[in-house]
Nanobody, 125 residues
């Protein structure tokens, strides 16, 4: 079992930065790939990025490539999403999710094995 908890959300002005954390419990966390999703108001949940269990493989969707950066520290059972140049349309609840496999492609929500409860990011204009 893996339990995930996001933190670091909040209110930020457009153009600003924010770092989200995904803390995991469970001895097997380090073998899972971790994925970030978000769900904005009135929108479906959207996949953003993935990091492999070692951290040597990364995948980003085009809309966040060059602005969002994922990293992980398995010694701390944590994964991070550094978000820069934030825009009002980035306003959403952000989720981390663990999957046993890393894929170098867009992931579906139903491919995930574990989910956090999300953290709200609000970007003001």
């Amino acid at each position: 079992q893996v339990q995930l908890a996001e933190s670091g959300g909040g209110l930020v002005q457009a153009g600003g930065s924010l770092r989200l954390s995904c803390a995991a419990s469970g001895r097997t966390f380090s073998v899972y790939a971790v994925n970030w999703f978000r769900q904005g108001p009135g929108n479906e949940r959207e996949f953003l990025a993935s990091i492999s269990w070692i951290g040597d493989n990364l995948y980003y969707v085009e809309s966040v490539k060059g602005r969002f950066f994922v990293s992980r520290d398995n010694a701390k059972n944590s994964v991070y999403l550094q978000m820069t140049s934030l825009k009002p349309e980035d306003t959403a609840v952000y989720y981390c999710a663990a999957s046993i496999a890393f894929k170098n492609s867009v992931r579906r929500s139903d491919e995930m094995d574990y989910w956090g409860k999300g953290t709200l990011v609000t970007v003001s204009s």
